[in-house]
């Protein structure tokens, strides 16, 4: 999917900034390499990288792993040798040399694309990454939130943007489709991209689907996956988890011992 729209994505994620600094005192504190799941086109990798963390970015999609080398390849040389990038399944990788890890993030809502065995198979793999001491740390949308989507599939719009780059027109259309019976919420996304002095409408659509889970669900996925869970946030500034916060951020450690 994200083939089809990086360039899109990118530019309706340009403003999603307020989760770095968190990104950032997370790293600072677990002082070992990062590892992040599902990197894209390099949204935290870079300023993780600017800030002298060695990182190591991994995503399924060409078109975003390119976006993201272009973008490394913009930097000075000292932050370019500290980024690696691997293009790879988070739910089934082998990294050369088996590096081990002080932090591990699943960025932005990242998770919510696999499904329950694909989620447990993406949590194994990351424990295994991790030193004895790291840590696991999850950003999801509010599970509250995503279950109050209208269930009614009609359109609506999502943003109008302008490409800085090529002065085209860009609306973002959306439509949902809830099923609450499997925690699923079902996402069309529309881009109808149109030239500065007009012409023919050329469409992007995407389809995709959201697995959500409710705090006890990811507890219960990361105690199965080997993990105990520290903090259970719902927003930045680590404020406590409730039904109306703005986010489920979640930080985990590696088990003692793992029951199989």
């Not at 990294?95 to 499904?115: C, K």
Request: net charge negative; glycine share 6%; proline share 5%.
């Amino acid at each position: 999917m994200y083939d089809q729209i990086a360039h899109f994505y990118d530019l309706t994620h340009a403003s999603l900034t307020a989760d770095l600094p968190f990104v950032l005192q997370l790293a600072s504190e677990t002082g070992g390499p990062v590892l992040e799941l599902g990197c894209g086109s390099g949204r935290l990798l870079l300023p993780l990288a600017r800030a002298g963390h060695s990182v190591t970015g991994l995503d399924l999609s060409t078109v975003m792993l390119d976006r993201a080398r272009a973008r490394v390849a913009q930097e000075a040389a000292a932050v370019q040798q500290r980024i690696t990038l691997h293009q790879a399944d988070m739910t089934r990788f082998l990294l050369p040399g088996a590096p081990t890890f002080g932090l591990v993030v699943v960025p932005y809502n990242t998770l919510l694309h696999l499904d329950t065995p694909q989620a447990l198979a993406a949590l194994r793999q990351a424990r295994g990454c991790l030193g004895e001491n790291g840590r696991l740390f999850i950003d999801l949308a509010n599970p509250v939130d995503i279950a109050s989507t209208p269930e009614d599939a009609l359109l609506s719009l999502e943003n109008v943007l302008t490409d800085p780059e090529t002065g085209e027109l860009i609306v973002h259309l959306a439509s949902n489709q809830l099923e609450t019976a499997d925690q699923t919420l079902h996402i069309t996304w529309i881009y109808d991209v149109s030239a500065p002095n007009g012409g023919p409408v050329h469409r992007t659509i995407v389809h995709g689907t959201y697995h959500y889970r409710y705090p006890h669900q990811m507890e219960l996925l990361l105690q199965e996956a080997g993990f105990k869970l520290l903090n259970l946030w719902g927003d930045y500034d680590q404020s406590p988890y409730d039904e109306s916060s703005s986010r489920l951020l979640i930080l985990a450690a590696i088990r003692d011992k793992v029951t199989r």
